[in-house]
Every structure is written in structure tokens, then in C-alpha cells.
């Protein structure tokens, strides 16, 4: 068996041929002028280090930028060049961080993975990085891209059982599509190009929303302290006021210990504000129940004809429509329930701004266990003003959340949330005058979506552009096996 000869000994066509990726393993084909390699090929990568903290003289007065993961979370801008703590020339000498040029690409490799930014000067990260030194093979702009696109690859090469980690030794295994740089540049122009119209038109999306929301909140503030109906209540001043009679007919469909906390709990009280109107609870105007979620595992229960809405898609809106569906089997082997057109829904638990959202179906369907359903089966509230109210009362309900995790509400506390209620008439007004004033808004409303299609637009250029996609590659660039062969002769 021949002996494996070392690099110094390998010659500049064998050292080529070890650098490029097997034509059976390339992740896709790109430009023939293009070739796969591997990081750990093209440029040095070299971990950071964290001096003692228990040794104030290593930061106190420190000049020299030192980073974490932790400076790069919630982090948009391309280049960085301090985070929130220096380190002193003593805790650089004594400890295994290293000083890196500007220009090295630094990527997050723990907790989590993933996070990249270039340096804008030199600088020292923590452990928790693994950083790519300049090289003459690549532009630093040209690997941030395809390291910002690339989470799940490089995911994908790291292991550990506490946490994934990604190793110094796997993600220099990472393939790289390794275009001339000329072309390099040409992407990198083009992707920032298009990505800042992008940001442009997402920028006036969201500014168009805020305002709406402003405008929101304002009108709804008058409708539920009575200004949008003053006139109304003059011009109908011999409207009965049911609303007691009213509570205590849908009081007496319920068990008797429901009927006792609705009736004799006082659930019930006048507004000195406005005669004809009262405070109550959700409670008392509605049966509040949530919904759960048949098991994924068996595919049956599936892709079937029940709308089944999770809390995700509970966003102040109307849902006519669901992203996923269940079968009659997955119905009848979980504890969902049926809920008709009508039911008022509220978001108990869910990330960012989920939890406290609220929605009205106008078509029969299921919950999952996240989402509290508000039946109404009476005639003394109407279902959109309701949904008119708990918008207006978002934040406020959003605080009623408890627990150690993730702040959840529960049926209970929906149940306890507060609620007015004028008489029926004034209430369909009020949806009238609301309705009329947010169709005209409803233009905006629904851009909402159109910022998460312009973050899959950002995503599926910078795919484009690591396929040579992009109309910019010339031939008659220096071919990149060229540059390559430089490279891994003097690396």
C-alpha cells in the first residue's frame, strides 16, 4: 500500500486536484469558469478566546474590540467594529484570543450558528467564533453573502449534544463555489444593488403600517369610549336598552354555577360615561374554549377538508381561509372542536407579537390548543365588535400572560378579560362605521404580507447568485481554477 505523501510534497497539479470537490459532490452546477473548493482551502480559520473575567486589568480601560455572538444578535449591518466590551493588551497576551485584520469574516459558530459579520478593523471575538482571515482567493463581501445565506449548511456540519457547535476542522469541509474575482465583485454589486430597493420599498411598507396603526388605535379609542356614535345615541333616543335581559337570557343556557358567576358575581356594571352601556367580561358574553392539534405523526389525520387555524394565523384579521387542513379522522381521534362562523378567536401563546392577536372566522373551523374561541350564540353582541374591541384592548390583554416560559394567557384569563357592552343597534354601528373607516385602509393593512415576500425575494437572489444566476458572469474572466491553483500552492 502506497504511503500517503504530505503536502510539502505534492505537487501544484496535485495540490489543485485535492482542492476541488468531486464532481459527484458539488451541491449544484455553477459557471464553468466557476469551481467548487472548500473553505478550509481559500483562507486560515482560527477561533477567539475569552480572558478571564475575574482579572479586571485584562478589560478595564481596554482599547482593543473584542466580540461575542451576543453583539451580532438583532445585528443588520454588513461590517462591525467594536461590540460591547474591549479587552486590554494583558488579556489579548494571556488568553487564547488572537488580534484579526479588518476585512477577516467572522461567523458565530455556537449558540447559534450562523450569526456573520466582516471586520471594519482589527478585532478579537470570544470563542463562540470561527473567523476567516483575508485572502487573495475571495473578497470578504463575496463570503459574508454566501455565508449569510448558507445557516442550514453550515448547521448541517456541525455536532454536540448540549448544543450544536460548529469545529474549526468541519467548516473548513464547507463547500464553496469559487467564482473569479471580477465576477465576485460584479455579485456583490448586484446583490447589495437590488437588495437596497429592497430594503427601500420595505422601509416605505413599514412606515405605511405604522401610520395605519396609529390611525387604528386613534379610531378605535373613540369608538369604545362612545365618540364615534354621539351623534347616533341623539338621533335614536328611544332604542331600549336590553342589555341586562339580554346577559341574563344567555346566563340562563349555561350551568348553574357559570349562571350564579355571571348573575350574582355582578358581572355586570353601569358606565357613568354612558348610561346605556356596560362593563362586563368575556366570560360573560360568550363560551370560551380552545381547540388542540391531532397528531402529526400519522399522516392520515392530514390534508383533509377541516380548516384547523394554529396562532400564528390569529393577526387581527378575518379568516376565511387556513394554511393547514385536518381529515374527519384527525377530527374525531383529538379533542378539536367545530366552531361556526362567527366565533371570535384570540392568540394565547405564540412568538413576537402572536400572543393577545385576535381574529374572527367566517368559516366553520378548527383550533389548535394556542387559540381561545369566543362562541357567541346570542343576539347581544355582535362578533366583529367584540373583534373591534380585543384590537383595542391588545396590549392590555397581551400583560394578562403568565408563567416561567414563554408568557401565556389560558381560557380562564380570556375569560376575565374585560369587555363593554352598549346595546345591540349601537353596536352594529359602531362595526359599520369601523368597517367603513378600515376598508379604506384595507390596501395597507395588507402589505403586511409584502414584508415577508421581500425577505424570500432577498433569499432567492443570493441563491441566484451563487449559481452564476445573476447575468454578470463573464468569460472572459480569468478562469477561477487559476486563482485557485495560486492559492492552494502558496496556502
Known sequence: MAKRKKKQELSPEELLEQALVPEDEQPYEVPENWVWTRLGNVTTIVGGGTPSSNVKEYYEDGHIPWITPADLSGYTEKYIAAGRKNITDL????????????????????????YVAIAANELCTNQGFKN??????????????????????????????????????KVGLVEFPLAPLAEQQRIVDRIESLFAKLDQAKELVENALDSFETRKAAFLHKAFTGELTVKWRKNNP?????????????????????RENILEGQALAKLSSIPSWYNSTIGAIGIVTNGSTPSRKIHEYWNGEIPWVSSGEVRNNVIRSTTEKITRLGYENSSVKLLPAGTVLIAMIGEG???????????????????????????????RFLWYWLQKEYQKNREKGNGTGPQALNCQRVRELEFVIPPFLEQQEIVR???????????????????????LIKKSILSRAFRGELCTNDETDEPALELLKRVVVNH
Not at 476567516?132 to 459574508?144: K, M, R
Not at 448558507?150 to 448547521?155: S, V
Not at 328611544?238 to 357559570?258: G, H, I, P, Q, R
Request: hydrophobic share 40%.
Open 353 to 383: 407579537k402572536t400572543r393577545g392577536q385576535s381574529a374572527v372566522l367566517e368559516i366553520e373551523a378548527t383550533t389548535n390548543q394556542n387559540v381561545a374561541a369566543i362562541i357567541i350564540d346570542h343576539g347581544f353582541v355582535c362578533p
Open 91 to 114: 488579556g489579548l497576551k494571556y488568553s487564547s484570543a488572537r488580534l484579526m485584520p479588518k476585512g477577516t469574516v467572522l461567523l458565530s459558530s455556537r449558540a447559534p450558528i450562523g
Open 238 to 258: 328611544n332604542v331600549v336598552n336590553t342589555v341586562l335581559e339580554d346577559v341574563a337570557k344567555f346566563a340562563n343556557k349555561l350551568s348553574k354555577k357559570d
Open 132 to 169: 476567516f482571515l483575508p485572502s487573495e482567493a475571495f473578497l470578504p463581501d463575496y463570503l459574508y453573502w454566501y455565508l449569510f445565506l448558507n445557516k442550514d449548511l453550515l448547521e448541517s456540519y456541525a455536532s454536540g449534544t448540549t448544543f450544536l457547535e460548529l469545529s474549526g476542522s
Open 433 to 455: 362605521i369601523l368597517d367603513s373607516i378600515f376598508e379604506k385602509e384595507r390596501e395597507i393593512n395588507e402589505l403586511v404580507s409584502v414584508i415577508s415576500k421581500i425577505d
